[in-house]
């Protein structure tokens, strides 16, 4: 239940994580609590294309000659997302700013207003890499499941009806995950330190039980907004 205080507020916060973080979870749970959107950039990106906005439809274009979507087209998408009624209260956005500059660009997108707080939801990457390289999915349903040890290669499906195996994608094994999260330390670093620089930080420890996480988040939320 959110309170009249909390109804009140406007809440903007932009989160980091690890992949396997569990920064998506939280980012939703987060948005349930303070009634606020959460915009992630892939849901962002689909939104403006399926709905052939001014700039999804740019962003299509690029798309489809396989390049990447510029920082101007990327903050325009972003100024159309907040400019909706749903936004008017706040929101967390997941997935963006990614480079100093874009964080730059959206400082200067929301003028004074700013935001509240840049969250980065810390998990160690031997925890992350064993969380990501124990999934398996079922090759039938797509449902995902645990390896109690990432040496295991399959798991069976439980799903009633379906009888699959749940197996190891290959962008799951451990290699592949050192390389992405080895990728996103060099892309994000920098834009932690700047936003360190803009005293908007705040890092919370995400192991442990997602509602202990939940609860830690709220807690440092609660106590600058």
Not at 76 to 82: C, N, Q, S, T, Y
Request: net charge negative; aromatic share 4%; glycine share 10%.
């Amino acid at each position: 239940m959110v309170s009249d205080a909390q109804a009140q507020r406007s809440i903007r916060l932009v989160i980091f994580g690890r992949q396997g973080a569990g920064k998506g979870t939280q980012a939703v749970e987060l948005a349930k609590h303070y009634s606020i959107p959460h915009i992630s950039t892939g849901d962002m990106l689909r939104a403006a294309v399926r709905d052939g906005t001014e700039f999804g439809l740019k962003a299509k274009e690029i798309m489809d000659r396989g390049e990447l979507v510029s920082d101007d087209v990327m903050l325009g998408m972003v100024a159309e997302r907040l400019s909706l009624p749903d936004a008017a209260n706040g929101w967390i956005l997941d997935g963006f700013p990614r480079t100093t500059q874009q964080a730059e660009d959206l400082r200067s997108l929301l003028g004074d207003a700013g935001i509240d707080l840049a969250i980065d939801l810390n998990v160690p990457e031997d925890v992350v890499v064993k969380r990501i390289a124990s999934r398996r999915v079922c090759e039938k349903c797509g449902t995902n499941y645990a390896a109690p040890d990432i040496n295991i290669p399959t798991v069976p499906c439980t799903v009633e009806g379906c009888g699959g195996q749940a197996v190891q994608r290959a962008d799951d094994t451990e290699e592949a995950v050192r390389k992405r999260l080895a990728l996103y330390e060099s892309q994000t670093a920098p834009l932690l330190d700047w936003y360190h620089g803009q005293g908007l930080l705040v890092i919370v420890d995400g192991v442990g039980a997602p509602t202990e996480v939940q609860a830690e988040l709220v807690g440092v939320i609660d106590a600058a907004v």
